[in-house]
């Protein structure tokens, strides 16, 4: 792709995007709706006027990771230590239910196969699939509506950061069976040595920008120090802990959520996602499906790995948060707000097609799902917190 179509694509995105953001919110559904929907017109399944290119995935990454990094800094450290232990349960159920669900699915499709032979683990993948979450698109809505830093918003973000955790060991396990290289413990291992060197570093990291925030309020070497903290931990989670780079994002905003100028940090970053990253980020969602391209075999078990993956997450953390304490509509909030996939889910399928656990044109399916529910969630959360506005707020027990 040369630089004259780099511009054309981005000028066509960014206007599209907008445009169908202001149509999704006069109808009262979020923007992040209508940019996707406006990937889903510009891509292959109907105008073909966008083609996904390196370049286009690289800015739509740049988007998600500011956009964790912005979940992160608006993070109540004092709301995310009490929602730690519940969302570590509502996590656990949001990986284990979706694991379950998806593998019996496979299985009522294409029979019931022996355990340990090469069929079961195919099934077994195809639920491991479904395990992961994707905040990315909960929390743009969750900020537009002012939630993030909510009880019920911090408990969906905590549960979404060991979500993935759980999620890779998961993918670990399974993908161990085919690859004898790929440790358990290995992972376990490193992924607890990446939340250590997080701690330590952003415990340093945070003092020198306190002292220095302190001296030098409302300066932009601050958001600056910020960002590139966002993307190094993003790189440092990712290719040396082989932990997902959106947890190193979101990590690097909360080590500096509690700087006195957090919120500035965030304006800053904010004019940036808004205005071009945001945009790429969510078309490029709608960008990487083809529904023409769908038989009809494929189509149906799509339809039933869709609603499976979705009714799995609002089921399994549905349930987990009410055990935890939260009642009635704030545990469904929790359960529609673990339901969206995205970038999480692309890399463990990308995972099983390069081990030969997933068959490629089940990948349409994945994209499928992320779309139908980065689309659905969005409009759920807001039914689900403007029907509050009617009643008394809902308190967690306990």
Request: hydrophobic residues 50%; proline residues 3%.
């Amino acid at each position: 792709m040369d630089k004259l179509d780099i511009l054309r694509q981005l000028a066509i995105i960014i206007i599209f995007a907008k445009c169908m953001g202001l149509v999704a919110r006069r109808l009262r559904a979020p923007q992040v709706v209508g940019e996707i929907i406006a990937g889903l017109i510009l891509g292959p399944s109907l105008l073909e006027w966008v083609k996904t290119s390196d370049f286009i995935t690289g800015m739509a990454e740049i988007g998600v990771i500011l956009l964790m990094f912005s979940a992160g800094l608006e993070t109540n450290i004092n709301k995310l230590k009490k929602t730690g232990i519940k969302a570590f349960f509502i996590a656990c159920a949001g990986v284990f239910v979706p694991l379950i669900m998806g593998t019996i699915m496979y299985f009522c499709f294409y029979g019931f196969p022996k355990p340990g032979s090469e069929d079961f683990f195919r099934g077994v993948f195809i639920g491991t699939i479904l395990t992961a979450t994707s905040v990315g698109i909960t929390v743009e809505v969750l900020k537009e509506m002012g939630k993030v830093s909510d009880s019920v918003g911090t408990t969906i973000l905590s549960a979404a950061i060991i979500d993935d955790v759980i999620g890779i060991i998961v993918l670990t396990m399974v993908v161990s069976f085919r690859d004898p290289s790929t440790s358990i413990g290995h992972t376990v291992w490193f992924t607890f040595l990446f939340f250590l060197l997080s701690a330590t570093i952003g415990y340093v990291i945070y003092k020198i920008l306190a002292a220095l925030d302190k001296r030098y309020p409302h300066t932009r070497r601050i958001p600056i120090i910020g960002l590139a903290l966002a993307f190094g931990l993003s790189y440092i989670a990712d290719a040396i802990f082989g932990v997902a780079d959106i947890t190193g994002a979101y990590v690097a905003g909360v080590i500096l959520s509690s700087l006195d100028d957090s919120a500035y940090i965030d304006q800053k970053m904010d004019v940036n996602s808004y205005m071009i990253f945001g945009p790429v980020f969510f078309a490029s969602i709608g960008l990487k499906t083809n529904i023409r391209a769908m038989d009809m075999t494929i189509l149906w078990f799509s339809l039933a790995f869709v609603v499976v993956g979705m009714l799995a997450k609002v089921i399994g953390c549905s349930a987990a948060g009410r055990a935890c304490g939260y009642k009635g509509r704030d545990a469904l909030k929790i359960g529609v707000g673990m339901m969206t996939r995205g970038e999480v889910a692309l890399i463990v399928a990308q995972k099983g097609l390069d081990v030969e656990l997933l068959d490629p044109r089940y990948f349409t399916s994945v994209i499928l799902l992320i779309i139908v529910s980065s689309i659905v969630t969005p409009i759920l959360l807001k039914m689900l917190y403007s029907e509050k506005k009617k009643m008394p707020e809902e308190k967690v027990s306990g």
